[in-house]
């Protein structure tokens, strides 16, 4: 996206901060407050955010729970005020954020359609020639004339992102919609999405599946603890965010140990030209470039690896005796480059470990266990952990 | 000005808004919207056999006195009971759109106005009943409609910003509206509560502050309504300048306005509080 393309929403240094009180909504808190002049004391949502999103972007927002994606999206969507900074924004805004959420339980669903679409600014008679799409598109016609307290969440669900996007705004905000809704109703709400793109309109979207996120973002931007860690392209954030979650999820994931009578000097992540890189490229070849220190003569060395996934499964291992190139011995420093064709497997975060030990095993000269966290970024799509050579007569 | 515009802009959603609330309050009975007319109907009749049956009487027109009171109490109260939820009870279009907040307490001071133009009908049909209507000065009925609008909306913006931050509020309505009830003349008639209040405040007969009864602003506008819709009502007791009643329409001016301002200072927190 050149810079010269006009700028959809401006975030604009934007600190939030929320009151953080015991017992909050009470005259007597805020009377004591007063009378006490007690420092309130506060929690930091969002620290100084400052992004653009261009005409006719997508921008990803990912990060953990409680990272200040939602706040960031209220913000935007005008319901929320930043305490410091602001955000500008130009045309409509229509937010995909719970779906359905204005809807009264007690009205029917004809009703509680209108009231969206008032909500949202559309008048009265637009809302009428566009309600047979809105009904096409939810596939509910044979409940439209229900109370919406009949319905199943589903059906809350497929009904609002109908009405959202029949609203055609010029700027889309989407809050982790993807996750409710059967595989057909997500296909046509990434349709939509699409179709959306296609008309050169923003869109902003939160979601916690990166494959979706990733695919259909332009660029994504990282928030952690209310910090925005980076914005850049899907597949170098995707493995930014990645890297952070595993090292979070398992604490201090990232463990070696072993003799020390050799080490593993230093493994990196490179491309086919030896350059270090910190996104893996689309056709999934993985490089590294493993660098050795043996002070001593060490007889037969292997060295190993393996990738696991997120759930911290081995996904495939192998080593330099299985793969049949024997070392005979290492003596002082030196350099081997791994190549691995990862095309099978399928996209999402994994962790690579590298291991030095001797021919039998029985001596563990150094192991760096999940070393170097990738990012998988296929499209392909199919099911399970690996893509199999399939033949079909 | 600005305000104006907005709302002008979005008078659609209003209008859903107040038929909404309307819709809601008869949704799944089976009388539905008869029920504007049937309420206020039987009530007329409950009050009539109690007080026939109490002997509770303050002159021929003390029945028609009370229930006029009492109708034109209930708009103000209803509101008042209304607006607790304005806000608070749609927590969920709040934290995910943006429309001009005001609009949430104005359709719930609207719905409350509509059902009051039906309860009206139905009071018009009964005081013709009793022989005590008269229309000779109906034109006092421009301006306590417009004093108990401004009044109105006035509540139901502080109360329903109010109960977003503390939510106290709603015990406080409760107790408030019952002692605003006994404060103003709703079952008792305006000179009763004027002699009652001047001796309270050890004001003489003559004294010009006798009139001090109408900065209640129900006072000025149950004396209008009074006025306007019965024979030999007098908008204030003999005595007291009419001058008044422009203490009533300030007080509802003031309120309005602080209305005005709630909603504006309490829109930028309703985000984070709800």
Redesign the interface.
Known sequence: MSSNTPVAIDVCNVTKR??LSNN?????T?VLDLIRKREQQTFTALNDVSFKVHKGETLGLIGANGAGKSTML?II?????PTIGHVTHTGT?S?L??LG??F?P??TGR?NV??YG????I??EDMRKKFDAIVDFSGLKDFIEQ?VRFYSSGMYVRLGFAVAVQVDPEILLVDEVLAVGDADFQRKCLDKMDEFKSKGKSMLIISHDMHTIRSISDRIAYLDHGVLKGIGSPNEMAAQYGAATINGKNGDAKREWGTGEARIASAKLVDSCGKPISAVSDDQQLYFELEYDAPERIETPTFGFSITDEAGRTVFGSNTEIEGFDLPYIKGKGKLMLKVDAKVLRSGNYMMSFSLHNRNHTINYHRLENHIPIYLPTAIGFDGMCKLPVEWN | MNLVKQLF??R??LL??VQ?NL??RY??SALGFLWSLLTPALMILMYACFAKILKFSDGADYLPFLVAGIVIWQFTAGCMNDSLQAIVGNT????????PRIILPLSTAFANGVNFLLTLIVLIVYLMLAGVFSYTNIYWLIPAVIMQLMLCIGICCICSVSN??????EHIIGIGSLAWFFLSPVFYRIPMQTSAVTSVLGLSEASQFQGIVFLNPMTGILGLYRAALMENQLPVPVGVSLWWLFASAGVCLALFIAGLIAIHKGD??????L
């Open positions: 929320f009151k909050a909504g009470s005259l007597k805020a209220s969507a005008g319901t929320m005020y805004i937010s954020l719970e959420a204005g009264h007690d009205l009703e209108l009231l008032s909500i949202m600014g008048s009265r109370p | 802009q979005r659609e959603l859903i808004l909404r819709k809601i949704k799944n969920n279009l709040v934290k995910k759109v943006a429309f977003v931050f503390f939510r106290d509020t930028k927190s309703f985000g984070d509080v």
